[in-house]
Nanobody, 133 residues
């Protein structure tokens, strides 16, 4: 059974940092891309960024460039999302997802741009990040 478990969310002051984790099991980690999405209150889910392998990274939103970083630990089958200089507008539930297509593949863009979330094979439950001003 494929499982993705996001964790590490919490309440943080603006300007602070967090590291989110996406622990995975039930599939061959090396064969999948892992992406992060977020859903702010009252908004649709948006793609944030994604990693294929260890260093093929795709950003789906420009607003996080320079503040969000993604890292894959193949030994732990875990992907980390390091968030720095948090802003109130980063408040959202953060989800991780997995698909065998690379991050520049159609399932990821279908989900990120066209909101066709079912295009990505597997989703985990989210973790809430709240940024106070």
């Amino acid at each position: 059974e494929v499982q993705l478990q996001a964790s590490g969310g919490g309440l943080v002051q603006a300007g602070g940092s967090l590291r989110l984790s996406c622990a995975t099991s039930g599939f061959r980690f090396d064969d999948y891309a892992i992406g992060w999405f977020r859903q702010a209150p009252g908004q649709t889910r948006e793609g944030v960024l994604c990693i294929s392998g260890t260093d093929d990274i795709t950003y789906y939103t420009d607003s996080v460039k320079g503040r969000f970083a993604i890292h894959s630990d193949n030994a732990e089958n875990t992907v980390y999302l390091q968030i720095s200089t948090l802003k109130p507008e980063d408040t959202a539930v953060y989800y991780c997802a997995a698909d065998p297509q690379p991050c520049w593949g159609s399932p990821w863009y279908d989900a990120s741009i066209y909101k066709r979330y079912a295009a990505v094979d597997h989703w985990g439950k989210g973790t809430l990040v709240t940024v106070s001003s």
